[in-house]
């Protein structure tokens, strides 16, 4: 929609922000958003060294379908391969309150009522594996929340573990509902950056 902004809670905290955007349903289709974002976080790998970061340092992170983005460009593989890039070099991901089933526009295109689960290959449960990146997933109040989004990421966490993946946590914000969340998740956001950061 073309408004990018930098939260107040990432300013002046000592790390580069990329906001970035993506065409909109219904303009165009399905994978097209997908292919959008993951242009946009291989044109960040290439370039952030020209801007004094490092490509070795890159999470991603966005709130709702920003975050399902997040998701499915760190977890499915053929995104940023498209784009010449390697999801598995990225330093984290870090999305919220985003859908971990088929995205509700994903399903709508296809005629596929809202209320309707689907993992399919435009699921980021559907690419769950064991050698991703590090993966905090932040929601609201479960009781709060639109759409199950909590449980869906809870599954997502727990198949996470199944599989064997190292770092995934989870975090749930009580009392917070889906548009509220983002600005609480923010410290997480930075603990979670400087956590994995520490460690290298």
Not at 67 to 84: A, E, N, P, Q
Not at 167 to 196: K, S, V
Request: glycine residues 8%; positive net charge.
């Amino acid at each position: 929609n073309g408004n990018r902004f930098v939260p107040s809670a990432l300013k002046e905290k000592g790390i580069a922000v990329v906001p970035v955007n993506y065409r909109l349903h219904p303009k165009v289709n399905s994978p097209a958003y997908v292919d959008d974002a993951a242009a946009a976080v291989a044109w960040t790998l290439r370039n952030i060294s020209r801007y004094g970061g490092s490509a070795k340092r890159v999470f991603v992170s966005g709130h709702s379908a920003g975050g399902y983005l997040t998701s499915m460009v760190g977890l499915d593989r053929r995104w940023l391969k498209k784009h010449g890039e390697d999801p598995d070099q990225l330093a984290g991901l870090i999305p919220y309150s985003g859908h971990t089933i088929t995205h509700f526009t994903v399903r709508a295109e296809r005629g596929i009522d809202g209320k309707r689960p689907i993992i399919d290959d435009m699921a980021p449960l559907f690419h769950v594996r064991k050698d991703c990146p590090p993966l905090l997933l932040v929601t609201g109040d479960r009781k709060l929340e639109m759409l199950g989004r909590y449980e869906e990421n809870a599954y997502l966490w727990r198949m996470m573990q199944v599989v064997g993946h190292p770092d995934t946590t989870i975090m749930e914000l009580d009392g917070y509902n889906h548009g509220q969340m983002a600005q609480p998740a923010h410290p997480l956001l930075l603990r979670f950056i400087q956590r994995i950061l520490k460690a290298e």
